[in-house]
Nanobody
Framework: QVQLVQSGGGTVQPGGSLRVSCAAS????????INWYRQTPGKEREWIAT????????RYADSVKGRFTVSRDNASNMVYMQMNGLKPEDTAVYYC?????WGQGTQVTVSS
């Protein structure tokens, strides 16, 4: 079965860190560009990062640049988003995407 399955996320205090993982089955992630998005209720989905297939080809939205880092583990067929210095405005459902394949979404809540 071809799918992207997300894990991680959760609730953290401001300034804390979380990681969201995306595991692929049925296809090889290393051959795909990976995009990350987030969405809060009543707002459009926001693009936050793109990781190309080649090393060093990663872009971030200004809202997360310097705090979020995306990476791959090709041996495990997984991608990750490490989120540091989290702020309340980072609270959202986070999604990974590889072309037409979407993860199911993971809730990240930043609250004191």
């Amino acid at each position: 079965q071809v799918q992207l399955v997300q894990s991680g996320g959760g609730t953290v205090q401001p300034g804390g860190s979380l990681r969201v993982s995306c595991a692929a089955s049925g296809f090889t992630l290393s051959t795909y560009n990976i995009n990350w998005y987030r969405q809060t209720p009543g707002k459009e989905r926001e693009w936050i990062a793109t990781m190309g297939t080649a090393a060093g080809r990663t872009r971030y939205a200004d809202s997360v640049k310097g705090r979020f880092t995306v990476s791959r583990d090709n041996a495990s067929n997984m991608v990750y988003m490490q989120m540091n210095g989290l702020k309340p405005e980072d609270t959202a459902v986070y999604y990974c995407r590889a072309n037409e394949y979407w993860g199911q979404g993971t809730q990240v809540t930043v609250s004191s």
